[in-house]
Every structure is written in structure tokens, then in C-alpha cells.
């Protein structure tokens, strides 16, 4: 299961993801999309094949303040959860260029937009 590089859990009512998921060193993609998570375990940071994260439609009220240790992530999608903030973790992730936000409850003043458009980043509101 270590070589797993993409997993799709879609609409299964998750509301946790086990620390274990650090074991999945070669994943790149993992889109939680359609559950009930609230928090993300601390120990998916150390995934540094992972170049996309799809949070679309849980129940985030806040992303993971380390989550800018990702050092590979190039797509966010966050849409459709309670996040209010970005964490500013997400300016020092070098590779990330898109972000989706749509319906995500964002304070403008909580977007580093002008930091982030410099880095050629894509922010949708979708």
C-alpha cells in the first residue's frame, strides 16, 4: 500500500483521517472530497509526494497550520467548507499554484492575495 499514489475516499462520511496516512510516502493526490472532516492529523505533512489536496465539501472550520510544510503541493481545494483564514504557512509553499476557495467563508482580510499573486498562484472562487 506504501507505493498508493492516488486515493479518493469520496462521500463516505469520514470524520477522521488516522495519523497512519503518513505511511502513504508516494502518494500525490488525495481528495477527501464529500465528508465530515473537521481537522487533518498533523502527520500528513510529512507527505512530500503530494502535490494535490482536495478538501471540497467537509467540515473544516480551519486548515492546518503546518500545511504549508507540504513542499510538493501544487492544488488546494478547500470550496465549501467554514474556513475563515488562510494559514500563512500556504505563502511559503513554493510550488503551490492553485487554490480554490469557493464558498469557503474567507475574510479578505485573511488573503495574502497580493503575497500570492506575485508567486504566479491562481486563486478561484469556485
Known amino acids: 500500500m506504501s507505493s498508493l499514489e492516488k486515493l ?17 510516502k508516494n502518494l ?5 472530497l464529500e465528508n465530515l472532516l473537521t481537522t487533518l492529523p498533523d502527520s500528513i505533512t ?5 502535490r494535490k489536496l ?3 465539501i467537509n467540515n473544516f472550520d480551519v486548515l492546518l497550520h503546518s500545511i ?14 467554514s474556513i475563515s483564514e488562510l494559514p ?12 480554490y476557495i469557493g464558498n469557503a467563508q474567507l475574510k479578505k482580510e485573511s488573503i495574502f492575495v497580493d503575497d500570492f499573486r506575485s508567486k504566479v498562484l491562481s486563486i478561484y472562487d469556485y
Not at 28 to 32: F, I, M, T
Not at 46 to 50: F, P
Not at 68 to 81: A, R, V, Y
Request: glycine residues 2%.
Open 8 to 24: 479518493e475516499p469520496h462521500k463516505n462520511k469520514l470524520t477522521i483521517l488516522p495519523q497512519s496516512i503518513r505511511n502513504l
Open 28 to 32: 500525490k493526490e488525495l481528495a477527501l
Open 46 to 50: 510529512i507527505l512530500n509526494a503530494l
Open 54 to 56: 482536495y478538501l471540497r
Open 68 to 81: 504549508g510544510k507540504l513542499k510538493n503541493l501544487e492544488i488546494l481545494s478547500i470550496s465549501d467548507n
Open 88 to 99: 500563512e504557512s500556504l505563502y511559503f509553499s513554493q510550488k503551490l499554484r492553485k487554490i
